[in-house]
């Protein structure tokens, strides 16, 4: 089963937000509102953003918020901060296979 | 508060096996799917397993079908990877991961398997 799309980096100013792609099917991030966000921070262990599409779990800032639109889910985050600086994966279920695939991943990049 | 302490990692030769745990603590484990992700280190991350609260529903992704084997113990909060055949291209950070709500909420520490000769 192949990755879900990411763009390989982002990059923003402080304050200023980013947006990152998330390209799938109809099989997978399409089909399914099992869409969820974690980031990782270099050798540390990647942390749960945004499940079930576009909710938050709790203690997550604000900043962060996803959104799908037909086979494609983005993650945007506002007001960019230093801390923002990681890896970005998306991740999705796929009824076809019963299988989890994940996105390529994407490196933020806070200029 | 929820822990998952991943364990028994190493270096093993290609052919060969391991066995990984994770141990819970602070849910009740019997009441969550569980997975295996792994990392090749500066890589993305894969999802590999999933098994279901009573372990009777499992799932491979393909690579690993056939040589990987999850199990789970719920008398013990511990959920188990049996790796064989290992081969060069397994070498990665493994790491459990409650399942719920199709995502993965909180993840044990990972754990290195290396796999070279």
């Known amino acids: 089963q192949s990755a879900l799309t990411q763009p390989p980096s982002a990059s923003g100013s402080p304050a200023q937000s980013v947006t990152i792609s998330c390209a799938g099917t109809s099989s997978d991030v399409g089909g399914y509102n099992y869409v969820s966000w974690y980031q990782q921070h270099p050798g540390k262990v990647p942390k749960l953003l945004i499940y079930e599409v576009d909710k938050r779990p709790s203690g997550v800032p604000d900043r962060f918020s996803g959104s799908r639109s037909g086979t494609t889910a983005s993650l945007t985050v506002s007001g960019l901060q230093p801390e923002d600086e990681a890896d970005y994966y998306c991740?999705?279920?796929?009824?076809?296979?019963?299988?989890?695939?994940f996105g390529t991943g994407t490196r933020v990049t806070v200029l | 508060q929820v822990q998952l302490v991943d364990s028994g990692g190493g270096l093993v030769k290609p052919g060969g096996s391991l066995r990984l745990s994770c141990e819970a603590s602070g849910f009740m484990f019997s009441d969550y799917y569980m997975s295996w992700i792994r990392q090749v280190p500066g890589k993305g991350l894969q999802w590999i397993s999933y098994?279901?609260?009573?372990?009777?529903?499992?799932y491979y992704t393909d690579s690993v079908k056939g040589r990987f084997t999850v199990s789970r113990d719920n008398a013990k909060n511990s959920l188990f990877l049996h790796m064989n055949s290992l081969r060069a291209e397994d070498t990665a950070i493994y790491y459990c991961?409650?399942?719920?709500?199709?995502?993965?909420?909180?993840w044990g520490q990972g754990i290195l398997v290396t796999v070279s000769s």
């Open positions: 991961a409650r399942t719920t709500n199709g995502c993965f909420d909180y």
């Open positions: 991740c999705s279920y796929s009824g076809r296979t019963n299988f989890y695939v």
């Open positions: 098994i279901s609260m009573n372990g009777r529903s499992i």
